[in-house]
């Protein structure tokens, strides 16, 4: 009974009239950013993250969460109909969607997307209503030894899911932990690595180097080769699928939400996984495989459904552990911080109107996607054919302006530029620029917690290891380390990522 | 060579890690070290210094017995400066010039980042992002920042 009256504090927050507002703009917005092509969630939310800082922090954070539903959705939208995934777990949606939209079925190819991602993230709500308060009284007994263990499983678990090589992987994350510690020392306020400048002595601001290594490295990519973008736009009528349709769909949505809630909550790649697999089940499934790469309409209804369900259960590490699993979780802790709440297991405790208030917008702010998104569809097809000549200045002057006004510093916007070289001159080496984000989000608090664990043991090192929880989350990073980088395995994990998409 | 032109980008991509992670560790000797138990503001960056240098040895060794061998392609050099150059000149006259100067000025530059956009069309570019960031973020969202900045007498 007590998760009722929960429920009803979320359900009256969350249908507060301001409230309700932001979750639509934010949805709005999120899908209008999230359609242009180029643009993944990550960098979406990032840019968009300076309209949320002058909101109260739990209308801020509603809108920063329809903004990442909304950027997910659009990015299927953009995949479908002109073949340009903004992000990995999008370009499953793309085979057969697009191929959909090339048959004259686009319409039933979006709107399948819109109801597979209504059910899963309507069942998702309901997993982070069912386990998010066991799992934050599990982390309430954690000391500073279990959050450092559980940080570090948590980011080389990130790397371990992963596709590409496992020590460029490594690397970046460490690379992150070290950006992370420029700015005041938390402990003695000494200024490390800001070169005199009063502008660093804060740190180096999360939001420039998300900017930096997902918007303006991936910019610089697109010009190398400007891509011919063919959109389909001629034959957006009929949206409506039909009851055939229906009846093929309703099972690979199923599926797929089932699948995309258990992995949403692994670190790392999470629903890129939920989605590559999600294809992989319903292909090994269906009566009609010859259709699959076909606009097969259950290969478009099943990884949607899986996507979008991880998406919603990511938050879970975040809200009860203040672990993000994936970089667009890492921009919502820090947007968190900024509001004065530290994600963890305190959350729901302290500010039960915030976690659940939070958690009913998940589902309000989904039935406003599948009602909004299909009226809206014309709008979102001007939006793609917005050319990139004029895309890509704007999401530069756009990135910084919106850095600036965050503190009217102009390092942050110095530091985007330093971030977008080093991203692109990485990831044009063959490093994913997803760990060096999330270690960079981690690294203060990795820091923070190893510290005070040193100071209670009196500096000795082994209270990581004798402390039983502690020892257990070590084992499992160690473990997710072997996975990663035994051959046997390791061959596996490239063969999920790779087969379907070849 | 045939190893070094398989294993150049990882031998590029270790060469940066080993880099900057000698970097940071060499930095990290300014500040009190101190101990396990009381660490001073380097023990950490310098312990991550030295690991992200190993790594980086370690990238490279992998390059050069199963280096992926994939040419890095060709930068865009153009569009390299003159973005880093837009962002550098938004951040150097935001103040001075004021909020229209620094986003026309930097639109501009990040216009003709693309070598098929006439200067022209950059022009028409530039002025219309402007006017729309100013509608977005000055007047909608109201952010207090100049519009004409301390340099400009009026």
Known sequence: ?502 | MPEVRRALKDLLAGGIFVALGLAFALGSLDYEIGSPLRMGPGYVPLVLGLLLAGLGVLVIGKGFIAGEGEPIGEVDWRAVILITAALLFFGLTVRGLGVIGALFGAALLAALARSATSALEAVVIAAGLTLLSVVIFIVALQLRLPLIGTWIPV
């Open chain 1, 1 to 502: 009974m007590e998760l009722l009256g929960n429920l009803g504090l979320g359900l009256s927050t969350a249908l507060s009239p301001e409230n309700l507002l932001f979750c639509l703009i934010g949805v709005v917005l999120g899908t209008a950013v999230g359609v242009l092509p180029g643009i993944g969630p990550t960098a979406t939310i990032a840019m968009l993250l300076p309209v949320t800082f002058t909101l109260e922090p739990v209308t801020a954070l509603i809108m920063l969460a329809g903004i990442y539903y909304g950027a997910q959705y659009g990015g299927s939208t953009t995949a479908i109909l002109i073949n340009l995934p903004g992000e990995s777990s999008a370009a499953v949606t793309a085979i057969d969607g697009h191929e959909m939209a090339r048959n004259g079925r686009a319409g039933p190819a979006l709107a399948t997307a819109a109801i597979g991602s209504f059910v899963a993230g309507t069942f998702a709500t309901i997993v982070i209503v069912l386990f998010a308060p066991p799992l934050a009284r599990i982390a309430l007994t954690f000391g500073s030894a279990e959050f450092f263990s559980l940080v570090v499983l948590g980011l080389i678990a990130s790397v371990a899911l992963a596709r590409g090589s496992t020590v460029k992987a490594l690397a970046m994350i460490v690379l992150g932990l070290l950006f992370g510690t420029i700015g005041q020392d938390i402990y003695t306020g000494t200024p490390r690595f800001t070169f005199g400048v009063r502008e660093l002595f804060e740190g180096v601001n999360f939001v420039s180097v998300a900017v930096g290594m997902f918007g303006i490295a991936e910019i610089l990519r697109n010009l190398e080769d400007e891509r011919t973008r063919k959109l389909v736009s001629k034959a957006i009528s009929g949206l409506w699928p039909t009851r055939e349709d229906f009846r093929r769909i309703a099972a690979p949505i199923a599926r797929g939400t089932l699948l995309g809630s258990a992995l949403g909550i692994l670190p790392g790649a999470g629903h890129v996984l939920a989605s590559f697999g999600a294809y992989s089940i319903e292909k090994r499934l269906s009566k009609r495989k010859e259709e699959f790469g076909h606009g097969a309409i259950e290969a478009v209804a099943s990884p949607e459904a899986a996507n979008n369900a991880a998406a919603q259960t990511s938050f879970i590490p975040l809200l009860t552990l203040g672990l993000p699993p994936h970089p667009v979780m890492a921009l919502m802790l820090g947007a968190f911080i900024i509001h004065g709440i530290t994600p963890g297991p305190n959350v729901i405790n302290d500010e039960p109107a915030l976690f659940w208030g939070l958690v009913v917008s998940m589902w309000v702010g989904n039935l406003f996607l599948v009602l909004l998104n299909l009226p809206l569809i014309g709008i979102w097809v001007r939006m793609l054919m917005i050319p990139y000549r004029i895309l890509f200045p704007a999401i530069i002057v756009f990135a910084a302006i919106g850095t600036f006004s965050l503190g009217l510093n102009a390092w942050h916007v110095f530091a985007i530029a330093f971030f977008g070289l080093l991203g692109y001159a990485l990831i044009k080496l063959g490093c994913e620029p997803a760990p060096l984000l999330l270690g960079f989000v981690l690294g203060p608090l990795l820091e923070d917690h190893l510290r005070r664990a040193l100071i209670i043991s009196r500096g000795d090192l082994s209270i990581f290891v004798t402390r039983p929880i502690s020892a257990v989350l070590l084992a499992m990073a160690v473990g997710a380390i072997l996975i990663a980088v035994l051959p046997a395995i390791r061959r596996r994990r490239e063969v999920v990522f790779k087969e379907e998409v070849d």
